[in-house]
Nanobody
Framework: QVQLVESGGGLVQPGGSLRLSCAASGFTLSAYAIGWFRQAPGKEREGVSCISSKYGSTYYGDSVKGRFTISRDNAKNTLYLQMNSLKPEDTAIYYC?????????????????WGQGTQVTVSS
């Protein structure tokens, strides 16, 4: 069955970097759009980034553009999110999620499969 397992979260100081990983199983990563979402306490789930399947087109939320980079390793069936210049407002649980389509949907409800999440805390 489809499984997504995130890792790489932790505590980092403002201005620091982290790389999140999402190991996928039960399907071929490159065949579907897959993305990262985050949810902070008391806030709605927010789209962070997505990569489409066919051309590998990438999309970013306005709050992370220029700081975060999404990528995938098809041989390892793993999705990554490189996060640089982290800010306290980036603190959240980060989830990877797979769409049913090859293109990136905008809304969380259009993603079928979700990982369990990994906590990212940015604090001095």
């Amino acid at each position: 069955q489809v499984q997504l397992v995130e890792s790489g979260g932790g505590l980092v100081q403002p201005g620091g970097s982290l790389r999140l990983s999402c190991a996928a199983s039960g399907f071929t990563l490159s065949a579907y759009a897959i993305g990262w979402f985050r949810q902070a306490p008391g806030k709605e789930r927010e789209g962070v980034s997505c990569i489409s399947s066919k051309y590998g087109s990438t999309y970013y939320g306005d709050s992370v553009k220029g700081r975060f980079t999404i990528s995938r390793d098809n041989a390892k069936n793993t999705l990554y999110l490189q996060m640089n210049s982290l800010k306290p407002e980036d603190t959240a649980i980060y989830y990877c999620a797979r769409a049913l389509s090859s293109w990136c949907p905008r809304l969380p409800g259009e993603y079928k499969y979700w990982g369990q999440g990994t906590q990212v805390t940015v604090s001095s």
